[in-house]
């Protein structure tokens, strides 16, 4: 993998520690709730699947 293949991944996990700091989700801490789950756990869930998708993307693209 070269090295801006690897920063793309790195900044990705930058932005994931943003995306998971407490201010953040407390934004998304209420009783609402969307398709029967309540925000955080919505927010918290689509990060994580939308992360996911990202790093495959990259790696299966990327891998030399």
Known sequence: M???HLQKLVL???ILALAFNL???LIF???AAIFGLPKILFY???VWAASAIVSLIIMLK???
């Open 23 to 25: 201010p953040l989700l």
């Open 12 to 14: 990705m996990s930058l």
């Open 2 to 4: 070269k090295k801006r």
């Open 29 to 31: 801490n209420s009783e």
């Open 62 to 64: 990327y891998n030399e």
């Open 44 to 46: 918290v869930f689509s």
